[in-house]
């Protein structure tokens, strides 16, 4: 490709610096290392260039922001103005990246919508640092908030935590865990967490939580999970769908084996229960003894509830 005429360099320069600018903001040294990828423009990046460039977008109306040592535009060439409607909801979808409750996630999200702001009419990042300062305020009359919050920030400083919770028989069970995840379904709140001393993850609604306890020793970030194995059988075979970690290991022309993973102990088993005759847990060994006791107990209730009757 035949080199452009030096005269032209300057234009060339100015419109690959508001490409890169566009997508994302740097320092003038980042900046140089993207252009410096471009063989077809010149390289003349001083100071003195800088300060012309960067009156040049100012002078075409494009504004410009610094944070720090970094660089960026405040606004675009084309720019969106939303109405009061269009903001509101805007604006609610801003306030909703903080219920997703995953660090990793949110970021992404954020970084989104901070490339959105320079092409609407609305201060994206003002409501970003608002809700996170917001978020960062007990609430004197909502346990519950306070409690998602509470496990939110220690989900994300990786610490173990010792949990204190109710089960279903009312007693309280303690264990230490490594936290995983916050999830929200049919207007309860979960926090999904692995028991490194069993092998197994634990999902437990945050109503029952009666204690936490942050531990000293952080997490291993590595989960090593002890897999309960079943076998299906009957209209089972034709019927059943995978969960989530799950998969079959092995097929038999009058059962399937199954291999589960990650799901709930106590989620698992009053899965398993409701297949009746149609399923048996082949392993672990102390999983089919807390099966064994779950249906004697639910077939003691049986008796009693046909006797009142």
């Not at 720090?68 to 909703?96: P, W």
């Amino acid at each position: 490709m035949k080199k452009p005429e030096k005269k032209h360099d300057t234009g060339l320069r100015i419109l690959e610096i508001l490409k890169i600018l566009l997508d994302e903001d740097l320092t003038k040294n980042e900046l140089i290392e993207k252009l410096k990828g471009n063989i077809e423009i010149e390289n003349v990046y001083t100071q003195e260039a800088f300060i012309k460039y960067f009156n040049t977008f100012e002078l075409l109306g494009l504004k410009l922001k610094k944070d720090r040592a970094r660089y960026g535009f405040s606004t675009a060439i084309l720019k969106i103005d939303l109405n009061l409607e269009e903001k509101e909801a805007l604006t609610e979808l801003v306030k909703f990246i903080s219920k997703f409750n995953n660090k990793t996630s949110e970021e992404i999200i954020s970084k989104i919508f901070l490339k959105l702001e320079k092409y609407v009419n609305l201060d994206i990042e003002e409501i970003l640092k608002k809700t996170k300062k917001e978020e960062n305020i007990l609430c004197d009359n909502n346990v519950k908030e306070n409690l998602i919050k509470t496990l939110k920030d220690m989900l994300y400083e990786g610490q173990n935590v010792s949990i204190t919770y109710r089960k279903n028989n009312l007693a309280e069970e303690t264990i230490t865990v490594e936290l995983k995840e916050i999830l929200h379904s049919n207007n309860n709140t979960f926090i999904v967490c692995y028991n490194p001393k069993l092998g197994r993850s634990k999902k437990i609604c945050i109503d029952l939580i009666t204690r936490l306890k942050q531990e000293p020793n952080r997490n291993t970030g590595f989960d090593c999970h002890n897999n309960v194995t079943f076998e299906i059988y009957g209209r089972l075979i034709r019927a059943y769908k995978l969960k989530e970690h799950e998969k079959s290991i092995d097929f038999y022309s009058n059962k399937i084996v199954i291999s589960n993973t990650k799901e709930d102990k106590d989620t698992l088993l009053l899965r398993l229960l409701k297949y009746g005759e149609n399923c048996k847990i082949i392993s672990p060994k102390p999983l089919q003894e807390e099966f064994l006791v779950l249906t004697e107990k639910m077939i003691k209730n049986l008796e009693s509830y046909e006797c009142l009757k």
